[in-house]
């Protein structure tokens, strides 16, 4: 059923989320090291697709299929997803009163350290490792006695969601609107964050509604998503003409 | 109105023992009134509004006794807990060191502690202008609280002199063991907070796990004018007893008072929180936690009087009821007519986590001045469920996500100062979590 | 004199509007209550046996019971066997035809703007007026006919329709429910009935009117609503009393019944006589109205506009049995001088999924007492159930009071209950803001209360939204201190 190679493989997939078809068909498949990105109009079901990766309640699978690493990920809680290596930086990162920036990161670290079999880290050396993070993209004020995300302006908490991904060093990442209401400045350090990620190994799926980001991040593979399907699969020039011509033109031609 | 049948257990008891009490304690005529009060009220029954959920199930199926007067443990251990002083078994008072004293001083005496006798025989005036002037004001309210007067022979009196500010908060521990099953064990701490003094003070409550007791313990806590107190209450009962403890405090002009009290769980307990804001200027800020799982049943009642003026209260309760455990929670503001310029807050969250545990909570505001800003909030619900996803999509597992939001949750309301006697709080809270998460 | 001060005085000399007496011929009972005087009820209306059992029986609890003493009221003792169980107008009670009602009636009804002349009908509202014990006339009944709807008076529909009435009829308020209700069971005079068929949308507002105009006479009348599966109906009533020196007794019983997929919308705007400024005479309201959303996805919507009555004890609630089943209820009840009400919601949720909303603005002023009281309770098995609920209160003078009394029940670990509650007065700032701005004080404070009021006044139907807001104003005005 897989396409063997692939890291993350969806096939044919329909999602429902209250009552509602959004995903209609949708498959993808992202081998180890490639950036995808994406693209649809609002409304296209671009958030859903992250969101039934994650495994929210909710989005209830229809039918067709998704692998992991050759497993299927319908099989799987969303924290195994998760340790097994999917990261979901979220649009909408939740405020968690009560809970601090370094316990909730700390926990998070030597879960998924635990979950490789590696040691936890000492409290020196993880006070370290996220200072050492959390400098490099401008968020140093917010880790000591912070609450998770809250109070965090929108830049502040995508940053926010950056700072778990270096820190969990996943192997699939999905960043989901990672650029809405970002400047040209946050957005460079975005870039600069997620370029730094790359090795060949792991693997990107860019979610996003403008071609801007994608000057900063280089995508192998654009798709066009409309209305719960991929209608349009290219290489990085499909993201440009789509910027040129617009969604609905574009649309429109694939329609013809 | 239904007849209680404690009510006529206890009037024998009294009639048992009312002289022995009094060589005890001599108290004159206040015991007297109190049987006479307790003899209308009767033991609270059901019906009464404010005890419908107190159904402490079964706390009339037993023939509480006094047993004489002395619990008669003559081997009685310091507790592990370090503390200034020990009060065991509702009779004994214990130094630091673990000596049996009548009278601690601290803090080159600037706080003294005392058994109630001793306070009794060496300053008779002072003892009888604070004795029972609180409790005896909620006496004809419910038989509940002429019990304690009509029974008590011994307590502690925690007295903190004019104008001092003491270096370091105080501990106390309160310790029930090795007293027989059955006891009904009546006692009555009366704090004095002299006027521009400043304390801080750290209770631990327990008792023995496998005894079966009555503890029915009265608090009168009076603050004299610019007088700072702080008490925080670790209360942790366990095994089958059933617990009353009221919280009487009057406070004159300008003085402050904050109060935490976690409760980790109990078979059937009732914490009664009075506070009477006596005079203008005054602040005072009430905070409690309740875990309940299994059968356990805490009820908190919380009564705020603005009396006068000028005066601020802040209210902040959070339950967590597991299993088929209970909680409840019922606040009652009351602003009186001249009260102006009254602000009052109350807040009182919960979470349920099972479907057969039950949260009831009654945020009441009475209210008859019009200057005045009061508020309440109460929420009764569930884990956040967008938050669960986001923990368990960074892969915190269901159990520990649920662990961890409900410690912020709890932690909140934990108003203690001292870092580490906070987290010894916020431990034995995740004791009790993870015992009512499996 | 400050200027609050004469806008009090003012107020106070301003009369009840609806204060004036009807002079018309009247057949009253004589007072006191009996079992013979309850036969004699169900004699006069031509009763069947098993209502006159259903009133015999409610009599018999009723004396067994003990007038309730609960709420946050100061109640007179009530010699109930003062009252008058019944009057009805001497002419022919019910009337085929416009031409043979007294036109005394026509006039009073006329005056109070509920005009029962064809010409002069409401547009798009049919009433059933109400007059004393007796249902007057209805209005606009045979467009409802064709469309299957029945909306008459409950002794017609006992008459016309028994299986129904016997079907329903203390199915969600019993006999033994309370002091008053069982009062109400054994002596109910008239009401209003309505019937909605499966799949009928009623296209038009049904209105009953109900007036107390004889002196001595208690009134009790009872209402039974059926929305069948899948329908729809707006009801609303109105309420007005002469102004007399003694206290009237008003203990009405409302029933709804709420099929599968069906909504009720119930309005109430009461406006009885609220008695003098020093507490005088007045309308005591016992009321209990109660409704059931028995099967899946069905909805009822309260809205009431609390303006009259000495005292008022009133709490309508929602059985919430269906399955995603919904309740709302919205609130204004403004107290006055020496008013008091006691006044809330019950939220019982049994069937999953259900929703509530609760949002209840008190305004006291005078030497008024005004109490919200409110339960919601989510059982065991009403898993995934909302409530929300809003209680404010403003305060207008120093010398009133505003009281909150929720209580909240969860019995499963998968529904959320929020409440919130604030108490407050208007801020000097916000009067001085108007003031600035051209409006007086009164002005200002009128201004303030219908915002404050809106989120409940806009839930009215639009015929009603202007004359509550005109009613609200009016028992406002001079309340400012």
């Known amino acids: 059923m897989e396409n063997q190679g692939s890291l993350l493989s969806i096939r044919d997939l329909h999602v429902r989320v209250e009552d509602k078809d959004i995903l209609r068909g949708l498959s993808l498949d992202i081998r180890p090291g490639e950036v995808h990105a994406i693209m649809g109009p609002n409304g296209s079901g671009k958030s859903t697709l992250s969101l039934a990766i994650a495994g929210k309640e909710g989005y209830e699978v229809q039918g067709g299929q998704m692998y992991y690493k050759g497993k299927d990920l319908s099989e799987m809680d969303p924290e195994e997803r998760a340790l097994e290596g999917i990261f979901i930086s979220f649009q909408h990162p939740v405020e968690i009163p009560g809970v601090t920036m370094m316990n909730f990161l700390r926990t998070i670290l030597n879960k998924h350290r635990e979950y490789r079999g590696e040691e936890p880290l000492s409290g020196r050396e993880f006070l370290q490792r996220v200072r050492e993070v959390a400098t490099t993209l401008g968020l140093d004020h917010l880790i000591r006695n912070r609450f998770v995300n809250e109070g965090f302006s929108g830049g502040e908490k995508k940053k926010n969601e950056l700072l778990q991904m270096i820190l969990l060093e996943p192997e699939m990442v999905i960043l989901d609107e990672i650029d809405s209401g970002l400047d040209i400045d946050a957005i460079k350090t975005v870039a600069k964050a997620v370029n730094g990620m790359r090795d060949g190994k792991r693997s990107f799926l860019l979610i996003t509604h403008y071609q801007r980001l994608l000057n900063f991040i280089e995508p192998d593979v654009v798709h066009i998503l409309v209305d719960g399907k991929i209608v349009k699969s290219g290489d990085k020039r499909l993201a440009e003409e789509l910027e040129a011509r617009g969604y609905d033109q574009l649309v429109a031609s694939v329609q013809q | ?438 | ?481």
Not at chain 3, 458 to 468: C, D, G, R, S, V
Request: charged letters at 25%; aromatic letters at 10%; a negative charge.
């Open chain 2, 1 to 438: 109105m239904k007849e209680h049948k404690l009510t006529s257990h206890f009037l024998q008891l009294w009639e048992q023992y009312a002289q022995q009490l009094e060589e005890q304690l001599p108290l004159g005529t206040l015991r007297q009134t109190a049987m006479e009060r307790f003899r209308q009220q009767g033991f609270p029954h059901k019906k009464l509004e404010k005890w419908r959920f107190s159904n402490w199930m079964g706390i009339d199926n037993h023939e509480w006794t006094l047993n004489g007067l002395d619990t008669g443990t003559s081997t009685y251990q310091k507790p592990g807990h370090p503390a200034d002083a020990y009060f065991i078994n509702g009779e004994i008072l214990l130094d630091g060191e673990g000596q049996s004293r009548e009278m601690v001083q601290l803090e080159g005496g600037a706080v003294r502690i005392a058994t109630l006798s001793y306070a009794r025989a060496h300053w008779p005036e002072k003892f009888f202008t604070h004795f029972n002037h609180l409790n005896g004001q909620k006496e004809s309210l419910y038989g509940i609280f002429p019990l304690n007067t009509m029974f008590v022979a011994r307590g502690l009196w925690i007295e903190v002199a004019e104008e001092v500010e003491l270096s370091r908060p105080l501990t106390i521990v309160y310790d029930v063991q090795a007293v027989p099953d059955g006891r009904f064990l009546p006692m009555r701490s009366l704090w004095i907070a002299g006027r521009g003094s400043k304390a801080e003070f750290l209770l631990y409550e327990r008792n023995e796990p496998t005894k079966h007791h009555f503890i029915h313990h009265v608090h009168e806590i009076y603050m004299a004018e610019n007088a700072e107190v702080q008490r925080a209450t670790l209360q942790k009962y366990s095994g089958k007893s059933f617990i009353f403890s009221a919280e009487l405090s009057a406070q004159l002009a300008e003085s402050q008072y904050r109060r935490h009290t976690s409760t980790i769980g109990s078979a059937a307990l009732r914490n009664e929180l009075h506070a009477l804001l006596q005079e203008p200027g005054v602040h005072t800020n009430l905070s409690g936690l309740y875990l309940v799982g299994s059968t356990e049943k805490v009820e908190n009642q919380v009564f705020v009087d603005h009396a006068v003026p000028d005066c601020e209260s802040f209210e902040n309760f959070v339950g967590i009821a597991g299993g088929t455990g209970r909680g409840a929670f019922t606040g009652h503001i009351l602003v009186r007519k001249d009260a102006q310029k009254t602000q009052a807050y109350q807040s009182s969250r919960n979470v349920v986590l099972d479907d057969s545990a039950w949260i009831r909570t009654l945020p009441f505001l009475e209210i008859y001045a019009d200057d005045v800003k009061c508020s309440h909030g109460a929420t009764v619900g569930k884990l956040d469920e967008d938050i669960m996803f986001y923990l368990r999509s960074r892969g915190v597992p269901d159990r520990e996500a649920r662990k961890m939001l409900l410690t912020a949750f709890a932690a909140e309301t934990v108003e203690v100062d001292a870092e580490e006697v906070r987290n010894e709080f916020i431990a034995e809270i995740q004791r009790k979590l993870d015992e009512l998460l499996c």
């Open chain 3, 1 to 481: 004199m400050s200027d609050s001060d004469k806008i009090i005085q003012e107020y106070t000399t301003r009369e009840y509007e609806h204060g004036f007496v009807t002079d018309i011929e009247m057949d009253v009972v004589p007072p006191g209550l009996d079992e013979e005087k309850i036969r004699f009820i169900s004699r006069k209306k031509n009763e069947p046996d098993w209502l006159l059992e259903f009133r015999l029986k409610a009599y018999r609890t009723w004396k067994q019971m003990e007038q309730p003493n609960w709420a946050h009221l100061d109640i007179p003792p009530i010699d109930f066997q003062s009252y008058s169980y019944y009057a009805e107008p001497k002419k022919k009670p019910r009337y085929k035809s416009l031409d043979e009602v007294d036109p005394k009636l026509i006039e009073t009804f006329n005056k109070l703007g509920i005009p029962l002349e064809e010409q002069k009908r409401l547009a798009g509202v049919a009433v059933d007026a109400v007059f004393d014990s007796v249902s007057v006339m209805t209005t606009y009944k045979e467009t409802l006919q064709e469309l299957g709807i029945i909306f008459c008076s409950i002794s017609e529909a006992v008459q016309e329709h028994p299986d129904l009435v016997k079907k329903y009829l203390g199915s969600v308020v019993p006999i033994h429910d309370n002091f008053y209700a069982a009062l109400n069971s054994a002596v109910f005079s008239d009401g209003s009935f309505v019937y909605i068929p499966p799949g009928v949308r009623c296209p038009m507002e049904l209105s009953t009117y109900f007036r107390i105009n004889t002196k001595g006479l208690g009134q009790f009348e009872r209402t039974l609503i059926i929305a069948d599966e899948g329908s729809y109906v707006s009801y609303l009533e109105g309420c007005t009393a002469p102004m007399r020196d003694e206290n009237q007794l008003h203990a009405a019983v409302v029933e709804i019944i709420v099929h599968k997929d069906a909504e009720v919308k119930y309005s109430t705007v009461q406006n009885w006589y609220p008695g003098d400024e020093e507490g005088k005479g007045g309308i005591f309201n016992f009321v209990t109205k109660r409704g059931i959303c028995l099967g899946d996805r069905s909805k009822l919507s309260w809205t009431q506009v609390e303006t009259g009555s000495a005292i008022t004890w009133k709490y309508p609630s929602t059985i919430l049995k269906g399955d995603y089943s919904q309740a709302e209820f919205y609130s204004v009840a403004l107290t006055n001088n020496r008013q008091q009400a006691d006044t809330g919601t019950k939220m019982i949720h049994l069937g999953k999924h259900t929703k509530s909303l609760v949002i209840s603005k008190g305004i006291s002023a005078g030497r008024s007492q005004n109490t919200y009281r409110g339960m919601v309770s989510i059982a065991k098995n009403a898993v995934h159930s909302r409530n929300f609920s809003q209680c404010d209160s403003l305060l207008l003078t120093d010398k009133c009071g505003a009281h909150t009394f929720p209580y909240i029940d969860v019995h499963n670990s998968s529904s959320v209950v929020e409440h919130e509650a604030t108490t407050s007065k208007i801020a000097d700032e916000q009067i001085f803001y108007l003031q600035q701005r051209g409006l007086d004080e009164e002005e200002a404070v009128r201004l303030i209360v219908n915002g404050y009021a809106r989120e409940v006044l806009q839930q009215l139907p639009m015929e009603f939204a202007a004359e509550a807001r005109k009613l609200l104003e009016i028992s406002l005005e001079g309340s400012v201190g």
